[in-house]
C-alpha cells in the first residue's frame, strides 16, 4: 500500500502535515477529510522520499547525488537517538507479540505512537510489506541504516523457531547495552577532547591578541630581546599570518587518516597500533572484547548457527585486528575444530576469554559463559575511564601550565632587562 505525505488545515486553520497509507491519493485525501483535516499538499512517498513521477507511472531513476545520498545514509552509523529509539521500539514490539498481538496490530500501535516523522515512514512501509506477504526480517533488510545484519538475522532466526517475540526482547537487552557500552566510551573520550580543545583556544587567544600587543611595546625600546621572546614572537607571527594554513593543514591531515583507514592495511595498522597506546589501548581492547563476548552470546541464543554467528560478530566489533581474529576463528570452525581452540591461538583475547569459552563450550553453557564475560568487560570498562581520566586530566594540566608559563617567562624577561638597565 502506497504512502503519502500531506500538508492540511485542520479546524480552526492550524496547520497539520503528516504521513498516511491509502491505496490511492483520493482514498488518502477522503480519510484526511472523514479526520475534518482539508488537504493542501500530498505526495506520494518512495523509499522514505517523494516520488518525482508525473503521471506516468514510472519513477525518474535516481542521479548521481541521490544515490551517494542513499548509499551515505545506508553506511552511516545510529547517532545515541536513533539506538535509543530503536532500542525501545524493539522492546515495545517484543512486549505486545508476546502478549498475542498479531503483527500488524504490533506494527500499527508503533507507527501510532511514533513521534518521528521518519520512523513513523519506515514502519508504514515495513507494515505495508508485510501485509504484501513479505516476512518481518525481509521488511526490516530494506532500512539497513538502523537494522543491521545483525539484527535482521536475529528476526529471521526468531521467525523460523516461533519465537519472535522472545528474539525482539532479547535484542532490546542488547542494544541497551550496547547504548550503555558506547555512552562509556564517549563519556571517557569527552574529557580529554574539551581540555585540549579549551586550552588550543586559550593558546591561539593568548598568541594572536595578548602576545602581540606585549611584544610591540618590548620592540618598540629598541632593545636586543632573549631568544625566549624572539621564539614567541615568531610563533606569534606564525598564528596570526597563517592560521589559515593551520586550518587547512588539520583539515588536509584529517582527510588522508580517513582514506587511509578506509584501505585493509591502512585500517589493519592504525587499529593494531591504536591498541598498544598505554591506557587507552587498554580501553579500546576491552570494548571490542565486551562488543564480542555480547554479540556472540545473543546470535547463538536467537539460535543462528555459530558460523554465521562470528561472520555477523566480525562486522561489529569495531577494530580490525579482532575482526581478522574472529574470521580466523569462523574459518577454523568450518575446518571442524571448537571456538576456544583457535580463539587462544590467535593471541588477541585475553587468556581469561579462551579460559571462559573452553569451560563453556565443555557444559554445554557457551551462550552464558560469554553473557558472563561480557559483564566482566563492562565492569572493567568502567574502570579502565576512570583509570583513563585521573591520568590524562594532570597530564592536560601540566602541559597547559607549560605553555602558559612559557609565555609569561618569555615576556616578563625583558621586561625584568629593560628594569636592570633603568
Not at 498516511?20 to 483535516?37: K, P, S, V, Y
Not at 513521534?115 to 505495508?128: A, K, L, N, S
Amino acid at each position: 500500500m502506497p504512502i503519502f505525505e500531506y500538508k492540511a488545515y485542520a479546524a480552526g486553520g492550524a496547520v497539520q502535515t503528516g504521513v498516511i497509507d491509502a491505496d490511492t491519493t483520493r482514498e488518502a485525501r477522503q480519510r484526511l477529510r472523514r479526520e475534518n483535516l482539508l488537504v493542501s499538499e500530498i505526495h506520494e512517498l518512495r523509499g522514505g522520499r517523494r516520488s518525482t513521477s508525473k503521471g506516468t507511472g514510472k519513477s525518474k531513476p535516481p542521479g548521481l547525488l541521490e544515490r551517494l545520498r542513499r548509499h551515505r545514509q545506508a553506511q552511516a552509523t545510529p547517532s545515541m537517538r536513533d539506538l535509543e529509539i530503536l532500542t525501545s521500539v524493539t522492546r515495545q514490539m517484543g512486549t505486545l507479540l508476546g502478549s498475542g498481538i498479531p503483527l500488524a496490530e504490533t506494527l500499527k500501535a508503533i507507527i501510532e505512537q511514533s513521534e518521528r516523522r521518519d520512523v513513523e515512514t519506515m514502519f508504514r512501509q515495513i507494515r505495508e510489506r508485510i501485509n504484501s506477504g513479505g516476512s518481518l526480517a525481509d521488511a526490516l533488510q530494506e532500512h539497513p541504516r538502523l537494522f543491521g545484519e545483525l539484527y535482521v538475522n536475529m528476526v529471521r532466526a526468531g521467525e523460523a523457531t516461533g519465537n519472535v517475540d522472545v528474539v525482539l526482547r532479547r535484542l532490546a537487552d542488547y542494544l541497551q547495552a550496547q547504548r550503555a557500552l558506547r555512552r562509556k566510551v564517549v563519556s571517557a573520550m569527552t574529557y580529554p577532547v574539551m581540555m585540549i580543545a579549551i586550552g588550543l583556544i586559550v593558546v591561539s587567544i593568548l598568541m594572536t591578541v595578548v602576545v602581540p600587543k606585549i611584544t610591540g611595546m618590548l620592540l618598540d625600546q629598541g632593545k636586543t630581546l632573549p631568544v625566549p621572546t624572539q621564539i614567541l614572537i615568531t610563533i606569534s607571527e606564525l598564528f596570526q599570518n597563517w592560521w589559515w594554513a593551520m586550518l587547512l593543514g588539520i583539515g588536509a591531515i584529517s582527510i588522508v587518516v580517513e582514506r587511509i583507514y578506509k584501505t585493509d592495511k591502512g585500517r589493519m595498522f592504525i587499529d593494531k597500533n591504536l591498541l598498544r597506546l598505554p591506557i587507552m589501548g587498554d580501553l579500546l581492547r576491552k570494548q571490542a572484547v565486551a562488543r564480542f563476548t555480547r554479540t556472540l552470546s545473543t546470535l547463538l541464543q536467537s539460535g543462528v548457527p555459530a558460523v554465521q554467528s562470528l561472520e555477523i560478530t566480525r562486522t561489529v566489533v569495531g577494530n580490525r585486528v579482532l575482526a581478522d581474529a574472529t574470521e580466523h576463528i569462523r574459518v577454523k570452525i568450518l575446518e571442524g575444530t571448537d571456538i576456544s581452540t583457535p580463539l587462544k591461538a590467535t593471541g588477541v583475547f585475553p587468556a581469561v576469554v579462551s579460559y571462559m569459552v573452553a569451560i563453556g563450550e565443555q557444559s554445554g553453557e557457551l551462550e552464558q559463559m560469554l553473557d558472563r564475560v561480557a559483564i566482566a568487560y563492562d565492569e572493567e570498562i568502567d574502570v579502565a575511564t576512570e583509570r583513563m581520566t585521573s591520568v590524562i586530566e594532570p597530564i592536560m594540566i601540566v602541559v597547559l601550565a607549560l605553555v602558559v608559563g612559557y609565555i609569561v617567562i618569555a615576556i616578563v624577561l625583558p621586561i625584568l632587562q629593560i628594569g636592570q638597565v633603568g
